[in-house]
């Protein structure tokens, strides 16, 4: 399987990224450490000092980089919806072959 597929469906498909609260975000930055697939860049002279650079880098169903922030500062998508989406995605594939 290639490292641009989960599940069999191309990762590009799938919608699985943090979403930052930036209300609730302290630009600790522990998210951006934290992270080894640079899904996060930092921007030390902006307003906006951190951004999702990179979604479809983000390992999809991982929520870690959540656990280093603040509560709340960082959410994903639901799941379970996610799973649902995928599997109608696989479902669609096959019946295209």
């Not at 498909?13 to 930055?29: G, V």
């Not at 999809?60 to 379970?80: E, L, M, Q």
Request: glycine letters at 2%; one cysteine or more; hydrophobic letters at 30%.
């Amino acid at each position: 399987m290639s490292e641009n597929t989960f599940m069999g469906v191309d990762r590009s498909k799938i919608d699985w990224k943090p979403t930052i609260d930036y209300s609730k975000c302290n630009f600790c930055m522990e998210c951006d450490k934290f992270c080894p697939h640079q899904v996060f860049e930092v921007h030390e002279t902006e307003d906006i000092k951190l951004i999702v650079k990179n979604p479809n880098n983000c390992v999809v169903f991982c929520r870690a980089c959540s656990k280093c922030c603040g509560p709340d500062a960082i959410t994903f998508p639901a799941k379970n919806e996610t799973i649902q989406k995928i599997s109608e995605i696989r479902k669609e594939m096959e019946s295209h072959d």
